[in-house]
């Protein structure tokens, strides 16, 4: 079992940043690619973007390519989403997310999520 708790969230002005963490505890973190999703009012959760396990290979959504970058310290039992140049449309709950599983496998286990609103 694997508990992930994020932080960071708040209230940011549009074109701002925020860094958001996810904590891991539980099992060995090295061992679990790492997700974030996030889900608006009145949306479906959405993916944000994956780093894998090493940390060495990262994806992301057309949506938030080249603002946010996804990074980790496995001696931390960290992951991070850093955004930058936050845009209105960014408010949403975000979500981590951790699996053992290659590309493609479900996502083992969630956070609880945290808060980001954009202001225009």
């Known amino acids: 079992q694997v508990q992930l708790v994020e932080s960071g969230g708040g209230l940011v002005q549009a074109g701002g940043s925020l860094r958001l963490a996810c904590a891991a505890s539980?099992?060995?973190?090295?061992?679990?690619?790492m997700g974030w999703f996030r889900q608006a009012p009145g949306k479906e959760r959405e993916f944000v973007g994956r780093?894998?396990?090493?940390?060495?290979?990262?994806s992301y959504a057309n949506s938030v390519k080249g603002r946010f970058t996804i990074s980790r310290e496995n001696a931390k039992n960290t992951a991070y989403l850093q955004m930058n140049n936050l845009k209105p449309e960014d408010t949403a709950v975000y979500y981590c997310?951790?699996?053992?599983?290659?590309?493609?496998?479900?996502?083992?286990?969630w956070g609880q999520g945290t808060q980001v609103t954009v202001s225009s």
């Open positions: 539980g099992r060995t973190f090295s061992n679990y690619s």
């Open positions: 780093i894998n396990r090493s940390g060495g290979s990262t």
């Open positions: 997310a951790a699996r053992t599983g290659d590309y493609g496998s479900p996502w083992d286990y």
